[in-house]
């Protein structure tokens, strides 16, 4: 990925607009359907423009589905560590209805079989979907809400595997009650309340 800092901002501004168009392709008619040619109409740009950003199809997907999957919006950080933690795993399951999230995930997971980049793209949505949680179990322990050595990053994956997966494999809707089936008992466990 090139260095967007570093470069005029007529290049910046064209490779938004590509990003951007690729993002527009993505989301109507698939993955599939990211290629030079196509995105190159969407963008009203040269198709020798892409390919002077992205020399492949695979290039140029997987730059879109970065481009998508940046991290979101910050944490909630109320000083209400239960509070913080329902708000953040709701946050998750609105996050995994959206259809762009769908469509990212299925792209990624469809080719991380076959290239290390998408696999690579793969390890780094899935955790930008869980670092928020993370980031609210780091603000409990400063606060002194959770042991000073919980695992932030394990305890952030058994948190949020459970809506992952009900999402993603078995098709299930998620639920504020499903929040709740994971986190009653996670607490009941993790905080220094009950120690």
């Known amino acids: 990925m090139a260095n967007t800092e570093r470069m005029n901002p007529r290049t910046r501004r064209v490779r938004r ?4 168009a690729g ?3 993505f989301l109507k008619e698939g993955a599939d359907r990211v290629t030079a040619a196509r995105v190159a109409t969407e963008a009203d740009v040269a ?3 892409i390919y002077r950003h992205w020399p492949t199809s695979p290039d140029l997907l997987l730059a879109v589905i970065e481009d998508l999957t940046k991290p979101g919006r910050p944490t909630v950080n109320t000083g209400d560590f239960e509070a913080d933690l329902r708000s953040t ?3 998750l399951c609105v996050r995994l209805r ?3 999230t769908r ?3 299925g792209a990624l997971a469809s080719r991380a079989h076959e290239s290390k980049d ?4 793969l390890a780094t949505f899935t ?3 869980t670092c928020p949680v993370e980031e609210v179990l780091e603000a409990a322990i400063a606060s002194g809400a959770l042991c000073p050595t919980c695992d932030c990053r394990a305890e952030s994956i058994i948190l949020t595997a459970p809506l992952l997966h009900h999402h993603f494999m078995l098709h299930t809707t998620l639920t504020d009650d499903l929040v709740e089936t994971v986190v009653v008992p996670w607490l009941a466990v993790n905080t220094t309340k009950t120690r």
């Open 103 to 105: 469509r990212v995930f």
């Open 98 to 100: 959206t259809r762009e």
């Open 23 to 25: 993002a527009t392709v």
């Open 17 to 20: 607009a590509i990003l951007d």
């Open 89 to 91: 795993l709701l946050s």
């Open 127 to 129: 955790r930008n979907l």
């Open 47 to 49: 198709r020798t423009t």
């Open 118 to 121: 998408f696999a690579r793209t």
